[in-house]
């Protein structure tokens, strides 16, 4: 039987999405440091990558990092993510059986960063890795609310829950499969074994 | 049917960008749909969407209050909407009333009912389609042919041709630059759009959630960047809880394009923020228009279980032929020609529900799980009953429904039939009636019907010859070996005396195929029942199955032929009812007592259902009595190479594939089997006559699987199958011949 985590990688690079797996924060923010530098070569400008908050930048020093990528901006506004090549997120799930991530991205930078830039990075926890959706679910709503074995669960769910399986494609022309029409043209996931379900290790 | 209804079946068919492209994809659909469904349970998903989705059905209104209340909990506006008219009337209101000059709509096949588009542009609000298909099409002027892929019908150099004309720039028609294009055009809709106007997929009622499925994520930016967002949701999109969104997401994506999970599924319970800090103003609008009239017809309520998938069709051999543009409706295809009837009116229906041969390949499929080849014979059936059929159809349903005129008719027609008449094939049929036989030769009517042949096979080695094999003379009494067959197959045989051989009994029931064109399929069955120690009767009164009355919406002529053939096979004293036609076969078994159901003659079921028991097609009979070492077929002879087709009813109603093809294994047949061995022919009894110009390129394509065979044979259990792929065959000078499973098990047994 493979792991939640090798289902989720083979599932999510066969929609074309690219899966790279950290075991930790500095390993992982070194990774998407060196990778947003390397998309932005010569065409450095100011929010040419736009991160938007997420428990993976807790306690970190943003201004440092922007003077590591210069391009790098942490601000999300609807005039930074439409000109950002890149965009940069935390997911909160993974589901192994169809390499999908979900987020709970009520709040509008989450859908920006993911949606306008035609790269999207996006960060998940190795152990927030599911089953399937019907598990992811039942971690955002269960109906009395209070469901002892999913301390997730809420009593309504989040008034905007996004599910990204690999990136943005069409096959309307012709049928032939063509990637990146209104979303990202690449989907890069990077997993992270330090990161617990909802935010940093450590602290469950 | 109308004749500009025709012209453009003919149109489509001449199309080759159309018929190319929708071919490749349907081939390719098959294979990507099963590989979705690897180790997915599909009938125990679709029991549970029929379960969850014929459940909420049968609770519209209550369901539609529910989520009302919880979406307007978590600060929604939810409006109730009848009439199409009453959503357009809201959502031009609402877009007056706040400036809106450009709207960004993501795919909704409810606003396309309602031509909600037409509505707001004719106000001056500019509406942008930004789903790429439907924004092709819109550009183009044109309506969608496919529910899923709207543009399939186009090529790329028609799109380059397009989107030039609206960016004034010359494109070549490389297809990830055109996408390009439509990204960099539609984003600045995008950015600049006043109000974003979805459909959803599924509605949860304990949550007020919408759920929105697509792949190219313009309904996340349709819901995020526009600080009004307007959804249009058909009442039938309701089920009660969260929980339910998993088995519809589960088969949803895997249906529709072969995929595991679209790219992106949207949840939306509430408002979210805007970009500005502002909460988006959500307006949720609940359309009825007909659906809740739909849900109180008994018949009917199944079709809003429908996820509009499209797989109906994907797997249409029609469908794939003609493409969506031919049902000139907005929804299209066999669950289309039902929306169709509702949604818009029953005659509006007419000409889309004459399009279906009724193999059955929809039903299989959907995930929805809706009868939907049974509920397009019910719409055929109100709209005879509403129209009347036409003075053709009732000309010949008078004869059929006269047993001595039809039967003498038949037999008259094979004297008048010699001018024409080739090795058995008539190739050209005079003046009118020249377009039934143009694409393929029809069989000429035998000299001699099965029912004159019939008396002259000699069964009197067929166990004890104390009755007489003729049906009309069979005893009333019962013995207690035809009672309990069972025990009398057991009873010991005496050494030295004559086998004493017990002997079971059947009726054949040959169906007009077999008794006027080829009755030598007839003989074949006797044969091969006689050595298994089976008497044959065959009583005389019977008549047409009703099968071609039924399909065409006759269902009176149906019942009469019902009647007659009951009466006369119930007369007789067997063990079963044969057939060697899959459709009389399921006449007898299956739809007897579904016609008298539908005309309310709930009197004559139990008679049915008595009949129905004793009913069997000849491969599964064969099949066991060949396991029970009945019957025994030589062995050791190599026969070479065949191939075998699948006829719809076997196999998708019978659920009968494995007998014939392990009875010809067994009789030393080398089985190779046949690109799409169980699509349909294109026969469909009738619709070959009513639909030449789609019969014959189905049956093309039938031909050319076979040939690719290089088996120089063909077995089928059907003898319309039979008619047809001879009769292609014959016309196209092909070597490869046909038979009916029976005539190739008669030559081999012992």
Redesign the interface.
Known sequence: MPTLFESFQS?AQA?SAEVHRLSTRAEALEFILDLVRSLEGDRIQPSFAVWAACPFLDGLDTAALTERAPGLAFQV??GSA?TATVGISQMDLG?A????LVQN????EQ??V???PSVHIAIVATEAIVP???AA??RF?A?DGKDPSKQQSAA?????????????????????L?I?????ERLIIVCVDELCLNGLGGGQ | MSSTFKQSIDEAVHNSNLTGALGRFSEAYREGRAKAYEGVDFEAVRTRIAEIKGGAAAHLDELADEFKQNAEARGAKVFRASSPEQVKDYILKLAKSHGVELIVKSKSMASEEIHLNKHLEAQGIHVAETDLGEWIIQLAGQRPSHMVMPAIHLTREEVAEIFSKEVNERLSSDIPRLVKIARRELREKFLNAGMGISGANIAVAETGTLVIVTNEGNARLVTTLPKIHVAIVGLEKLVPRFADVAPILTALPRSATGQLLTSYVTMISGPAPNTDGSLKDLHIILMDSHRTEMAGDGKFQQALQCIRCGSCLNVCPVYRLVGGHVFSKVYMGGIGTILTAWFDALKESDDMQSLCIQCGNCKEVCPGKIDIPDLILELRRRLTKDNGQSPKERAIFAVVNNRRVFHAMLRSASLLQKPFEKDGFIRHLPLFLSGMADFRSLPAIAGKPFRDVFPTIDQSEVGRTSRSARGLQAPQQTSPEQAFPERALESPRGSGEPPHQCTDRAAFFAGCLIDFAYPEMGQAVVKVLNKAGIEVAFPDEQTCCGAPARYSGAYEVAAKNASDNITALLKQDVRWVVSACPTCTVALKHEFAATFESLGRTGEIARAEELAAKVVDFSTLVRTLVEEGRLKLKSGVDLGTLTYHDSCHMKRTLRVDRQPRELLQFAGYDLVEMKESDMCCGMGGSYSLKMPEISAPILERKLVNIEATGAPLVAMDCPGCAMQIRGGLDKKGSAVRVRHTAELIADMVE
């Open positions: 599932r929609v506004t609807r439409s589901l059986d169809t390499g999908t991205a009520t709040a509008v859908r920006l993911s949606t306008l399937d959706l019907g679910l039942s709503y109906k309504s769910p989040p008034p905007y829950l996004s599910f990204i399986t690999g990136p943005s494609r069409t096959a309307d022309i012709e049928r032939v063509t990146g029409v209104h979303g990202p």
